[in-house]
């Protein structure tokens, strides 16, 4: 396979650029792509062939925003693109609404509760919607701890099931 001249056959575009993006993983959750997780957030090609990708990471600082950088820029330079710029975009801040409905089920199956869709406003949802069990979809279950393995998830334990799970933070 002869990356060079597939890439000469296939002219470089917004939507080929987003098709290669859908394949690079969240490296903090390899199950799901960056785009699924709305951390793309758009894709400029310019007459001269220099691609422009904009990026939220799910936090400011989050560590891994070096290797999704990288990871981006050669998914790009891989289509033959002239140039590559990934700009980091951290106004508005990443919304665990953006994740698409495809990732949060595959996070649920993976026994990682998806975030409720907020609107908006976290406050809201912080105190009414309880985080349901990945595993038996109960929605009796208890916050142990607001800071899981990473700032973004949170650890519950199933009133029914007795499961602990970790539940992604609705940002
Ligand atoms: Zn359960």
């Not at 396979?1 to 390899?30: F, G, T």
């Not at 904009?54 to 330079?77: D, H, K, N, W, Y």
Request: glycine share 6%; hydrophobic share 40%.
């Amino acid at each position: 396979m002869d990356m060079q001249n597939e890439a000469v056959n296939q002219p470089v575009n917004a939507a080929v650029v987003w098709q290669a993006l859908a394949e690079v993983k969240d490296p903090e959750i390899p199950l799901v792509s960056l785009v699924e997780m709305g951390i793309v957030r758009d894709v400029a090609v310019a007459e001269d062939g220099t691609v422009t990708v904009q990026m939220t990471p799910t936090f400011s600082g989050c560590p891994a925003l070096e290797v999704m950088r990288r990871e981006i820029t050669e998914a790009v330079q891989g289509l033959g693109a002239a140039a590559v710029n990934v700009e980091m975009v951290l106004n508005p801040p990443w919304s665990s609404d953006w994740i698409s409905d495809e990732a949060r089920v595959k996070l649920n199956n993976f026994g990682l509760a998806p975030p409720p869709r907020h609107g908006g406003n976290v406050q809201t949802i912080l105190f009414w919607d309880a985080a349901a069990c990945p595993r038996c979809g109960s929605t009796r279950t208890t916050l142990q701890n607001s800071f899981g393995p990473t700032l973004c998830r949170a650890i519950y334990t199933c009133n029914d099931c007795q499961e602990p799970f970790e539940q992604f933070k609705p940002l």
